[in-house]
């Protein structure tokens, strides 16, 4: 078995800024209610003017993670891409970043597992490094949550934002053993499926000129179920990880969990018994981003110096299926 890494990271937003504010003014909402529940005080939109559709968005982060591995599109010898949100239902997303980025000939996917589709890909991608199957995957979570938001819906369109963020998982040269991903936790049960979900637009349920301005064709959500959720499944998840890697929390130099609620971050903080301070936050300034939450903050934290080589980082989702997941990992 070979030991995988990360090996590069990227992130991308796009410049429009939705603010409190600014929903203030389009559902009742208030910038005290949406800060006190949620931390968040504005997200980025993908609006009129930059139509590059996710992508575009994957593309860009992308490229920003070849630049920091230090390697070339050709180099790439497989894209995952994490989306609920593809351009279009047919091709994937991968194909569009393939030809964007002039990646070679390439195993392309996207594979679906909502804001938890980042670890998903991960997890993926450290197994067909460890396999020797591949030396170097792309792998990005990318959204264009806006598209699917009703803005009529104060109980969802005050959380989403748009985005995306990448990392290449690459082969780690010898003697290299005690660095890179440590350990994986993916899982799921499909009895909450109605508790998010998109009721049209798929096959069973299509878009007919009937029902194309509905509700239904937008994002509905649970929200009181799947906090309570979040905040178990993520901590087992979290300690399963750390517990797998011969590790203990104070093991852990910095949490960089999805983005969905500060309050469900600091629960499971507190759960882990891990300070504040070693919790990453950023959902005060993109909202939640879905697959590119956590590769949009580690990108960050790690521009910013917050985390750096050798660091251990523990990242840990939850999302619509549901579905949840953790990783642990050495920079
Ligand atoms: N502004 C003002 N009031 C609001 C708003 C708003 N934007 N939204 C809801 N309210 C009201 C509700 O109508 C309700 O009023 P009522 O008591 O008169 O009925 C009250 O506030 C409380 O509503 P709750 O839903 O109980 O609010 P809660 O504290 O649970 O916060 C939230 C809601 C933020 C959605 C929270 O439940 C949450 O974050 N849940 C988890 C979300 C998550 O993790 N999703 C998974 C990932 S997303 C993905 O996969 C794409």
């Known amino acids: 078995m070979y030991n995988a890494i990360i090996k590069g990271t990227g992130h991308f937003t796009p410049e429009h800024v939705l603010t409190n504010a600014d929903l203030e003014r389009m559902v009742d909402t208030s910038d005290e209610w949406i800060v006190t529940r949620t931390g968040i005080r504005e997200r980025r939109t993908l609006n009129g003017t930059e139509n590059i559709g996710g992508s575009g ?34 091709p994937s997303t991968a194909t569009l970043v393939q030809q964007n980025l002039g ?43 806006t ?51 998109i009721p049209l637009g798929g096959s069973r349920n299509p878009l007919t000129p009937e029902n194309a301005n509905s509700a239904g064709r937008h994002i509905y959500m649970d929200g009181r179920e799947i906090f309570k959720l979040a905040v178990k499944e993520m901590g087992d ?22 983005q969905a609620n500060n309050r469900i971050i600091q629960a499971l903080g507190k759960r882990l018994k891990i300070e504040p301070e070693r919790v990453y936050i950023n959902i005060d300034r ?32 939850f999302g619509g299926g549901l579905v949840w997941g953790a990783v642990l990992y050495r920079l």
Request: charged share 20%; net charge negative.
């Open 147 to 197: 598209s699917i938001t009703n803005y009529e819906d104060r109980n969802t369109c005050v959380l989403f934002g748009d985005g995306a963020g990448a990392v290449v998982v690459s082969r780690a040269i010898e003697g290299n053993g005690n660095s890179g991903i440590l350990s994986t936790y993916l899982s799921g049960d499909g009895q909450y499926k109605d508790l998010l979900h």
């Open 57 to 90: 968005m994957a593309s860009r982060a992308s490229a920003a993670a070849l630049e920091d591995a230090g390697l070339e599109p050709k180099d790439v010898e497989a894209i995952i891409i994490a989306t609920v949100t593809p351009d279009f239902r047919l």
């Open 103 to 145: 990646v070679g000939r390439a195993a392309l996917m996207d594979i679906v597992a909502a804001c938890t589709g980042f670890i998903y890909g991960v997890a993926i991608a450290r197994s067909f490094v460890m396999t020797g199957m591949y030396k170097n995957v792309l792998v990005c979570g990318v959204e264009h949550l």
């Open 286 to 317: 993109f909202g939640n981003t879905s697959s590119a939450s956590v590769p949009i903050a580690l990108d960050e934290a790690k521009r910013n110096g917050i985390v750096g080589e050798g660091s251990v980082v523990l990242s840990v989702a």
């Open 237 to 258: 998840a979290a300690e399963r990880v750390i517990a797998d890697a011969g590790m203990k929390s104070s093991d852990v130099d910095m949490i960089i969990p999805h």
